[in-house]
């Protein structure tokens, strides 16, 4: 089965994607000796994954996914959505979910609702682009708690399971992020584009 190049230098994305479509063959840009750079200035999660992509596709001429994600607070009107990743400019994640918990000091359980938005966008060669959505809904925890998983994951708490994302084991994480649902709602798609 043909190789599908993952846009992203986020190599704990990389382990996860795996993880998820293990039936399927995905390679770093890093492993097939690739750099790229986007800017993502697009302001949907799905005009910046399919920028990724497109620009991966044609930088390697394999098929190529990409993903943008994002965590979506209520309290603070949606922020810091499509822009989570480059939130607070140089701010380390740390200082980032440090300054969301002190932005929702004092807020009740019932106005700290939250999301996990991610889109992935597949686009292979012949002009061929498969997208999905996935959604995981929670609310923003009173502090960062766990050692598991990256980014937003110590501050965001699944109530169906009592823990932040950082404290699920990664069975647990891929069955309910929003990374997962997508990546499961293109594997068949991907699947049968790989053997056009």
């Not at 140089?90 to 004092?106: P, S, V």
Request: proline fraction near 3%; hydrophobic fraction near 35%; charge should be negative.
């Amino acid at each position: 089965m043909e190789k599908i190049l993952f846009s992203t230098r986020n190599e704990d994305k990389i382990k996860e994607a795996s993880q998820i479509l293990k039936d399927l063959e995905l390679e770093s840009l890093g492993s097939a000796g690739l750099s790229l750079d986007v800017v993502e200035d697009q302001d949907t999660y799905e005009g910046n994954a399919e920028k990724k992509a497109i620009e991966a596709m044609k930088l390697s001429g394999m098929p190529a996914l990409a993903d943008d994600s994002g965590l979506e607070i209520d309290f603070l009107g949606g922020e810091p959505g499509v822009w989570s990743a480059r939130y607070m400019g140089g701010a380390t994640q740390k200082e980032k979910n440090q300054a969301i918990l002190d932005k929702l000091k004092g807020v009740p359980d019932s106005g700290r609702g939250a999301r996990f938005i991610c889109a992935v966008v597949v686009v292979f060669p012949d002009g061929t682009v498969y997208r999905s959505r996935g959604v995981m809904e929670g609310r923003i925890a009173h502090e960062a708690k766990g050692d598991n998983g990256f980014g937003y994951d110590p501050i965001f708490y699944v109530p169906e399971k009592g823990k932040t994302v950082s404290e699920l084991s990664a069975k647990e994480k891929h069955e309910l992020s929003h990374r997962g649902k997508a990546l499961r709602g293109i594997r068949d798609a991907l699947a049968k584009g790989l053997e056009k």
